[in-house]
């Protein structure tokens, strides 16, 4: 390395004064060149950043407002009137209400377990919407084709404490 350093500087001390100014002229542009190739991208991405910044405090700001409006947005069920029936009767108006024909409910320590059958998948995907809409988590749900046209399901609920 200081052999190098030697003949740059041996090299430089036999230029002519003009010739001097013209190198360290050069390497001055050499090296403000550098500085701005290293520099120009990272305030490029530093403004890029900054903007970002602006959108996403934007952002924030407007779910703030919207706080309230997303409290009163629990699910996507309808508003429903409390039904004081039981849940047998809950559980069978749902699956007739869906289309599907009722075979049976049983209960085990507060799951109950509910067996349909129908013709149409739409129609179990229904009664699974229902039933969490009307106030129960839905478990298990398991679904088999007994024949080409006809589907036997079964459901595992848990009314949800109000």
């Known amino acids: ?3 190098i350093i030697d003949r740059l500087r041996s ?3 036999g230029l002519e004064s003009r010739e001097k100014q013209l190198a360290s002229g050069g390497g001055i542009i050499l090296i403000v060149t550098a500085v701005f190739a290293l520099i120009s991208p990272m305030v490029a991405k530093h403004s890029e950043l900054s903007e970002q910044a602006e959108q996403l405090n934007a952002d924030l700001q407007w779910l703030e407002q919207q706080r309230e409006v997303v409290v009163r947005l629990k699910n996507g069920c309808a508003s429903r009137d409390i039904d004081k029936s039981s849940d047998r009767d809950k559980l069978t108006k749902l699956v007739r209400r869906s289309q599907l024909r009722f075979n049976s ?3 085990n320590n507060g799951t109950q ?3 349909f059958s ?3 998948a739409n129609r179990v ?3 699974a919407h229902q039933v969490a809409c009307a106030g129960y988590t839905v478990k298990a749900l398991d679904v088999t084709r007994s024949s080409v046209t006809e589907l036997n399901g ?3 609920v848990v009314a949800i404490e109000s």
């Open 11 to 13: 090299t430089f001390d």
């Open 105 to 107: 409910l049983q209960n």
């Open 1 to 3: 390395m200081n052999d």
């Open 154 to 156: 079964s459901m595992e």
């Open 118 to 120: 129908g013709s149409d």
């Open 113 to 115: 377990r509910l067996v």
């Open 125 to 127: 995907m229904h009664l």
